[in-house]
T-cell receptor, first 112, second 113 residues
Framework: GDSVTQKQGQVTLSEDDFLFINCTYSTTTYPTLLWYVQYLGQGPQLLLKVTTANNKGISRGFEATYDKGTTSFHLQKASVQESDSAVYFCALVPGGNYKPTFGKGTSLVVHP | DAGVTQTPRHEVAEKGQTIILKCEPV?????LFWYRQTKIQGLELLSYFRSKSLMEDGGAFKDRFKAEMLNSSFSTLKIQPTEPKDSAVYLC???????????FGEGSRLIVV
């Protein structure tokens, strides 16, 4: 079946540090790969979407890239701010399917 | 447009009680999901509806968890009887069509004592 692995449980950075979060996936289809962000007290919201047609997505200073060869996708930001502190989930929607499979989430803490 | 609305935001229940969580999806959305969120397990799918039909009921959660979609604009999740291990945040999400972006509510935090 389809699966997503997100190993980094928590990442602690200082403001202006570089952020890199990695997920690996397994599917037999052509998937859409997504990143959701969840701020404290809120539900997750879509941050970025990457399809096999476009290997990269950019939003709010975040960049998502996708590597079919290693079946991995990454979220990065050149310079994090304290306001970026949140939980970041990667997710996979298999081609032709209807429901996403979520990673376990990475809690990002950014110190001023 | 209103987003996904969940009530109550917080619930404290005694072991063995029945609790009902409520969700109003985004108007016009066809798909509705219920998830349980814990720090250890992350997001676990409890139920999935497409156009009010139950498509998936989350396997391991079948015995005490029952989700219903009474109409296209209202869904409930009943937990009966509650156990302390059910303490978690319960999230409802909706999407326009299969494979589209999920819009989540703010969640219902349940504590079972």
């Amino acid at each position: 079946g389809d699966s997503v692995t997100q190993k980094q449980g928590q990442v602690t950075l200082s403001e202006d540090d570089f952020l890199f979060i990695n997920c690996t996936y397994s599917t037999t289809t052509y998937p859409t790969l997504l990143w959701y962000v969840q701020y404290l007290g809120q539900g997750p919201q879509l941050l970025l979407k990457v399809t096999t047609a476009n290997n990269k997505g950019i939003s709010r200073g975040f960049e998502a890239t996708y590597d079919k060869g290693t079946t991995s996708f990454h979220l990065q930001k050149a310079s994090v701010q304290e306001s970026d502190s949140a939980v970041y989930f990667c997710a996979l929607v298999p081609g032709g399917n209807y429901k996403p499979t979520f990673g376990k989430g990475t809690s990002l803490v950014v110190h001023p | 447009d209103a987003g996904v609305t969940q009530t109550p935001r917080h619930e404290v229940a005694e072991k063995g009680q029945t609790i009902i969580l409520k969700c109003e999806p985004v108007s016009g959305h066809n798909d509705l999901f219920w998830y349980r969120q814990t720090k250890i397990q992350g997001l676990e799918l409890l139920s999935y509806f497409r156009s009010k039909s139950l498509m998936e009921d989350g396997g391991a959660f079948k015995d005490r968890f029952k989700a219903e979609m009474l109409n296209s604009s209202f869904s409930t999740l009943k937990i009966q009887p509650t156990e302390p291990k059910d303490s978690a945040v319960y999230l409802c999400a909706s999407s326009l069509h299969s494979g589209n972006t999920l819009y989540f509510g703010e969640g219902s935090r349940l504590i079972v004592v």
